[in-house]
């Protein structure tokens, strides 16, 4: 199992200008090998798609890869010798992030989805850095040695697991200082509960009024960080804006804008996690929409539907049940506020209507309970699927 711990850091002055320098270098080099490989997009590809059957074409150049652009590394040192000052696995990630930007903005990510054109950072742009391997005793107490950088004082909120071993470590620079995140391993703890009570299962359904409402008529109201926090926010833009560019006083309104921001998130956040481990101490499987946020976010609703966050929920939800061996069970989204819940009627009812009212039946329900008891009902459906098709294939 694949976990991270992330903790907040206390380097001295001589370590936070290292961590700058070594984050600035990183940018410059990613800049430039993501605009080698432009220089490659542009000059080879071509719209014609046809020629004569006698034609001279150019020479073509060798696409650049992720591999190239490693080898290019050494003579990078020999030429800047002020890049020696950085780890090399450090920098071996420079090219490994630039591959995988262009080739989601060509070819997509493993579900075939595509990303847009990658960019290039700008100052202050490029944040964490990665550590491919660390060893175990570079982390004892409060203090973690990186190398290049040297022992770091830590602030351990939380011990370590036991069994846990550290695969790799990332250093990130905030808005309000620098953190470490630690990514751990076990692989002896099991994917799924033994114990599992299947029928202990729920359904929710995410709203804007009510942040989600459970098949077993439980709500929770949406918070709305953000609306709350606006007036801090559009005072700290406002101070921001007026501030000349390059000024000192507009570099600290701006570092002040960023915690206020960050301020907001972590809420969100904290609200996330809190919410998901109050559900998981209940109930074993948890069946969830399929949402397409990506479409939903392109209405008027945009704005309450960021602030609510329905995304990085479902996804510590679904993280926190891994580890917790239990299940979060996606399920399709259409037509769960429409059909009855009791009989399977189809009801057509506007967004504006908040109850729902079965002729045939005559079942009377709030319109979000109603969708959530029809998520239940189709995770119960797909779980007894799983579970067919796993005793059939281990009969076999």
């Not at 493993?110 to 982390?139: A, D, E, I, L, M």
């Not at 002896?188 to 033994?194: E, L």
């Not at 109201?221 to 801090?232: F, G, Q, S, V």
């Not at 580890?323 to 506007?350: D, F, R």
Request: aromatic share 6%; hydrophobic share 30%.
């Amino acid at each position: 199992m694949r976990t991270s711990h992330q903790y907040r850091i206390k380097p001295n002055k001589k370590q936070r200008e290292i961590i700058d320098n070594t984050l600035d270098m990183l940018r410059c080099q990613y800049n430039y090998q993501l605009a080698q490989r432009f220089d490659w997009y542009e000059q080879n590809r071509c719209s014609i798609d046809r020629c004569r059957l006698v034609c001279h074409l150019p020479e073509l150049k060798d696409r650049p890869s992720k591999a190239s652009q490693e080898k290019s590394l050494v003579q990078l040192k020999k030429d800047r010798p002020w890049y020696k000052k950085i780890h090399s696995q450090v920098l071996q990630a420079v090219p490994d992030k630039v591959d995988k930007a262009f080739d989601r903005w060509l070819k997509g990510d493993c579900n075939g989805k595509k990303s847009g054109r990658p960019r290039f950072k700008g100052v202050g742009q490029y944040k964490t850095f990665t550590y491919k391997q660390f060893k175990q005793h570079h982390f004892v107490g409060d203090k973690i040695t990186l190398s290049k950088i040297g022992d770091v004082k830590v602030i351990v909120h939380r011990p370590i697991p036991d069994g846990f071993a550290i695969k790799t470590v990332s250093v990130t620079k905030k808005a309000d200082g620098y953190y470490v995140t630690l990514s751990l391993d076990d692989k002896s703890v099991p994917t799924i509960k033994p114990d599992l009570n299947a029928d202990n299962i729920v359904g929710i359904d995410v709203g804007l009024i009510d942040f989600y409402v459970d098949s077993d008529n439980n709500r929770i109201a949406t918070p709305k960080h953000l609306r709350k926090a606006e007036r801090k926010l559009k005072s700290a833009q406002r101070k921001v804006s007026r501030r000349r560019k390059g000024s000192n006083r507009r570099k600290k309104a701006i570092q002040r804008l960023g915690k206020q921001h960050k301020k907001v998130a972590d809420t969100r956040k904290d609200f996330h996690f809190k919410t998901a481990k109050k559900l998981l101490n209940k109930y074993d499987v948890v069946a969830v929409e399929k949402l397409n946020i990506k479409g939903l976010i392109r209405t008027r609703l945009a704005k309450s539907i960021h602030d609510a966050g329905w995304g990085q929920f479902l996804s510590i939800l679904t993280n926190k049940a891994e580890n917790a061996g239990l299940l979060v069970i996606p399920v399709k989204p259409h037509g769960t506020s429409q059909e009855c819940s009791n009989c399977g009627h189809i009801v057509k009812k506007p967004l504006s209507q908040r109850m729902h009212n079965c002729p045939v039946c005559h079942t009377s329900l709030c319109r979000d309970l109603n969708a959530a008891i029809n998520i239940r009902n189709r995770g119960t459906h797909d779980l007894s699927k799983q579970a067919q098709f796993m005793s059939s294939k281990t009969s076999r």
